[in-house]
C-alpha cells in the first residue's frame, strides 16, 4: 500500500473509533433513562446498585446511578409530572396524597431541575417516615408549594423551576424487592398555577 | 476491493472505538469521585465527613437531606485497610464500592447493632486469610460510603458525634 492509501486508512480508523466513541455514548444515555420503570407515573431504576455483569451496564450505572444502593438495601422512584401528565412546576401548588410505603424507613424528596435540593431556606426539602409516623401513616396529605398551607406537611417548592420528587424506601419489604412497580406511591394533584412569577 | 478495505477499517475501528468507551467511562468516573473525595479528606484511606446537605452550596446530585454521610476513597496499595462503623440510634448502613462502580458489598444496622469491623484486603492478598473480619475487594482502590438516618437537625448532631468514632485507615497504623 502506498503512503496515500496508510494515510487514508488512518483516517478512516480514526473516524471510525469516534463514531464508535460517541454511538456508544448515545446508547448508554438512552439506555440510562430507558432503564428507569413503572409504577407510571413514578419511575425506578432497575439497574441501580446491581453489581454489573457487563461493561455496558456498568457504563449505564456510572452514567446515571452511581453509589446508588442495591434493591435490598434501597429502592428509589423519581417523577416529573403531575397525575394529569403535566410537568411539576413550581408556579403551580400540588397535594401530594400517599400512605406509608413498605420499608423500614422512607421519604419523599424534592429536586430542582438539575437535580438538586432547590435552592432556598425554607427547610422543607422533604417528609419522611419519622415526621408523618403518629399523623398519618396511613394516610397523609402533603402541600407542595412556595408557601405553607393548612395541610399537616408541607415540601417548598421555591426557586425550584421545573422540579422532580424522589422517593427512597429503605430496607423495602421483600415483596416490594420483587417487583418495585407494585409499589403504591403518592399521587400529586394539581391545585392551581400562578399567571407569571412564582410567588415570592 | 478498495472500498471493502475502507468499510472493514471503519467498522472494526468503530468497535474498537465504542469498547474503549465503555471500559473508560465507569474508570474514569469512579477516579473523579476517589480523587475529589480524597482531596475533601486530605487523603486516601480517611473519612469525610460532608456537613448536612445544604441547598445553597451543592455539591452532588440529588443528596438526601435525610442523611448524614461519611465517605472514604481506600487504597489497598500499601495493605489492608481497617474500616470502623459504630452503631448509632437509627438506620446506618455502609456500602462498598469497587473502582468500577460495583457496589460489592453492603452492611447495615439490621445485622450489626453494635456497630461493625472489617479489614478491606486486595483480592489475591494473602494476609485475608489471617485477618477474621477479612472482606476481598475486587479492585485495589475504591469507596466505602456510609449512610446515616438523620431527618432532623437534632438527629444530625446526634450522627454526626456517632459518625467521629468511625475508622478509615491502613491496618498496620491503628493504634499507633
Known amino acids: ?200 | 476491493m478498495k472500498t471493502l478495505r475502507a468499510l472493514s477499517v471503519l467498522v472494526i475501528s468503530a468497535a474498537l472505538g465504542g469498547t474503549a468507551f465503555l471500559q473508560a467511562l465507569p474508570v474514569i468516573v469512579m477516579d473523579r469521585a476517589m480523587a475529589a473525595i480524597t482531596k475533601s479528606a486530605g487523603g486516601p484511606n480517611r473519612w469525610h465527613h460532608p456537613p448536612r446537605a445544604d441547598p445553597m452550596t451543592p455539591s452532588i446530585v440529588r443528596p438526601s437531606p435525610d442523611l448524614a454521610y461519611s465517605v472514604c476513597a481506600y487504597d489497598l496499595r500499601g495493605g489492608p485497610v481497617h474500616i470502623h462503623v459504630g452503631p448509632g440510634a437509627q438506620y446506618w448502613s455502609l456500602a462498598l464500592y469497587a473502582d468500577n462502580t460495583d457496589n460489592f458489598r453492603t452492611f447495615n444496622d439490621r445485622d450489626h447493632a453494635a456497630g461493625l469491623d472489617i479489614d478491606l484486603v486486595a483480592k489475591g492478598d494473602a494476609r485475608a486469610s489471617s485477618l477474621p473480619n477479612a472482606i476481598i475487594s475486587p479492585s485495589k482502590k475504591g469507596l466505602a460510603l456510609v449512610r446515616r438516618l438523620a431527618p432532623s437537625q437534632a438527629d444530625f448532631r446526634l450522627a454526626d458525634g456517632a459518625r467521629q468514632a468511625d475508622i478509615c485507615g491502613a491496618l498496620g497504623l491503628i493504634g499507633l
Not at chain 1, 439497574?47 to 451496564?57: E, I, N, V
Not at chain 1, 424507613?105 to 435552592?119: G, I, P, V
Not at chain 1, 422543607?124 to 399537616?152: L, T
Open chain 1, 1 to 200: 500500500m502506498r503512503l496515500g492509501g496508510w494515510v487514508l486508512s488512518l483516517g478512516l480508523a480514526g473516524l471510525g473509533a469516534l463514531s464508535g466513541a460517541a454511538a456508544t455514548a448515545l446508547a448508554v444515555e438512552w439506555a440510562g433513562r430507558s432503564d428507569w420503570a413503572g409504577p407510571n407515573p413514578w419511575q425506578t431504576s432497575l439497574l441501580a446498585g446491581a453489581r454489573a455483569a457487563d461493561p455496558f451496564t456498568r457504563a449505564v450505572i456510572a452514567r446515571s446511578s452511581l453509589l446508588a444502593l442495591n434493591r435490598q438495601e434501597t429502592i428509589y422512584f423519581a417523577r416529573k409530572t403531575d397525575d394529569a401528565g403535566q410537568p411539576l412546576d413550581a408556579k403551580c401548588t400540588y397535594l401530594l396524597s400517599g400512605k406509608g410505603l413498605p420499608a423500614r424507613w422512607w421519604s419523599y424528596t424534592l429536586y430542582d431541575e438539575a437535580h438538586f435540593l432547590a435552592r432556598n431556606r425554607d427547610n422543607a426539602p422533604s417528609i419522611d417516615a419519622s415526621r408523618v409516623a403518629g399523623k398519618g401513616a396511613e394516610g397523609f396529605v402533603a402541600r407542595i408549594s412556595n408557601v405553607p398551607g393548612p395541610e399537616p406537611f408541607w415540601i417548598s417548592s421555591r426557586h425550584s423551576g421545573r422540579f422532580e420528587l424522589v422517593a427512597r424506601l429503605y430496607n423495602p419489604t421483600a415483596q416490594a424487592q420483587a417487583d418495585p412497580r407494585q409499589v403504591e406511591l403518592a399521587s400529586i394533584t394539581k391545585l392551581a398555577c400562578q399567571d407569571g412569577k412564582p410567588a415570592p
